[in-house]
């Protein structure tokens, strides 16, 4: 019999990547209700998971260290906690059935067939979709670990390949730079192997969160499996392409098999809004976009947001919208009204109703920062730049020079598409662009850096949480008018 000193109830949604301390099992995700305690040897029930995809190979470095729950009861299903089961944590879901059929070819690894009927019996699937294309998250080193690089070494050693297109997340540094920026050579190593991994599996190194902008683009209605959460609320949000939130391991597995279980996201009726917010503020840079997400996911952090009052919203400031949502909840589908595609949706019996203004939004702005010191690092790029906010950037940049080390962020392939003489002149004004990377997944910390400024709540939050250093956060207007000086 379990006693009942050995159940942890958790009362909110817990984030297995930056919540959980690895080593110990205590929670230490701030304002948690539960903060302090331990899911180390116990029966851990709770709502569902939060924030990052690479949530899964945080239950990997736990049953690494010995501090993993002895079985996790779910509220609803979630494939980032569910992937627990591929390293011996037994997970439930309450209410859950017998899993349907799945026949696959001989050459998906059987584990991968085993995991992907658990977790259609646990979430109550009706069956499975072919997949057109995946994303795979938890690619730096500084997420995953050696638990993460065993796990992706011992596939390849195996011979495990992918059958789809797929894509994968940012590394922890520039590959082509990573000396440049400061990375230790220790760390270098290891995630050289990480990306050496995924390719022999056939993942391409697009090392990228905005797998759109660079060729993974699914079509309106096309089932596909992604990780990375703020990719995943764009491809459903503004794409009208179908996913649900998928655990960086879970991303793999299907990756290999093809196909994923089909519920949640997969199906039209769970897409209907269940939250109304109507938005009493004009919204005037990304940053605002992406603390809206981060209220909305904080207050209901498994919603379907129907967003009206926005006038416009850019791609840019979706893709920080959806990122926002993701990173302080679950969110991976939003609407707004006259804008996505889907907008046009009935909304769910009962759907809640909000109303958010400039004040809430001045909140949460201040509860992420967390100092009034100067920077020693400012950043660019969560989710990575667009080459429309490269050019923006550029252009305030003219006849400015940074006065702090000034770095952004994007893909690869976007910086293969710009200027030489605009990259030059960013370089010369003192801005660097890294490829591959990102100001999260580095180790900022380990390269010396203690405070980071940021325009983008997402960033605001793991910098913190995940990276242990002081923020600031304002938008990229204010951030080049306080940290550059003329040039001259
Ligand atoms: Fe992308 Fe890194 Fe932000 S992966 S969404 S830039 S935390």
Redesign the pocket.
């Given at each position: 019999m379990t006693e009942k000193k050995d159940i942890l109830r958790l009362t909110a949604p817990l984030s297995w990547l930056d919540g959980v301390d690895p080593e110990t099992g205590v929670v230490t995700q701030p304002g948690h209700p539960q903060f302090g305690q331990s899911v180390a040897g116990r029966v851990v029930r709770m709502p569902h998971s939060v924030g990052s995809t690479v949530g899964a190979y945080g239950l990997f470095k736990l049953a690494r260290h010995g501090t993993a729950p002895r079985e996790i009861i779910l509220e609803r299903p979630d494939s980032v906690t569910i992937s627990a089961e591929l390293v011996g944590i037994p997970v439930r879901v309450l209410g859950s059935a017998e899993a349907p059929e799945l026949e696959v070819d001989a050459e998906v690894p059987e584990e991968f067939v085993r995991f992907l009927q658990r977790e259609a019996s646990l979430a109550g699937a009706e069956g499975y979709v072919r997949v057109r294309s995946v994303h795979i998250s938890g690619v730096s080193y500084t997420t995953i670990g050696e638990a993460g690089l065993e796990f992706l070494e011992g596939l390849a050693e195996r011979g495990v390949k992918v059958r789809v297109l797929s894509t994968s997340?940012?590394a922890g540094m520039d590959l082509s730079r990573w000396r440049d920026m400061g990375v230790p050579e220790s760390f270098a190593e290891k995630q050289i192997r990480i990306v050496n991994a995924l390719k022999r599996m056939g993942v391409l190194p697009t090392l990228t969160?905005t797998p759109y902008l660079v060729g993974n683009h699914p079509a309106p209605g096309e089932h596909v499996c992604w990780g990375?959460s703020?990719a995943v609320a764009f491809a459903n949000s503004v794409l009208g392409a179908r996913t649900n939130r998928e655990g960086s391991v879970k991303a793999i597995v299907a990756a290999v098999a093809g196909l994923t279980p089909a519920y949640g996201m997969h199906s039209e009726e769970n897409r209907r809004p269940t939250v109304l917010v109507d938005v009493d503020k004009e919204l005037e840079d990304t940053t605002e976009f992406s603390l809206l997400g981060y209220l909305v996911g904080e207050l209901y952090p498994h919603a379907v947001p129907l967003l009206k009052g926005v006038r416009n919203a850019s791609i840019d400031e979706m893709k920080a919208l959806g990122?926002g949502g993701a990173a302080s909840g679950s969110i991976e589908l939003f609407h707004i009204e006259g804008i996505t595609p889907e907008h046009h949706l009935e909304p769910a019996d009962g759907a809640a109703r909000l109303s958010i203004g400039k004040e809430d939004l001045r909140e949460v702005e201040d509860r992420l920062n967390t100092t009034g010191s100067s920077p020693d690092l400012v950043t660019l790029?969560?989710?990575?730049l667009s080459l429309s906010e490269i050019w923006h950037t550029w252009s305030l940049l003219r006849g400015r020079r940074a006065s702090v080390p000034f770095w952004l962020?994007t893909a690869r392939t976007t910086l293969s598409q710009l200027p030489r003489d605009l990259v030059r002149e960013l370089e010369s004004a003192g801005v660097k662009l890294y490829a591959d990377t990102?100001?999260?997944?580095a180790p900022l910390r380990e390269m010396g850096f203690s405070v980071v400024a940021t325009n983008?709540a997402?960033?605001a939050k793991?910098l913190r949480t995940l990276g242990k250093l002081e923020v600031i956060l304002m938008p990229v207007e204010e951030l080049v008018e306080k940290f550059t000086v003329p040039a001259g």
């Open positions: 997340n940012p969160c990375e703020s990122a790029g969560c989710p990575h962020f990102c100001m999260v997944v983008s997402k960033a793991y």
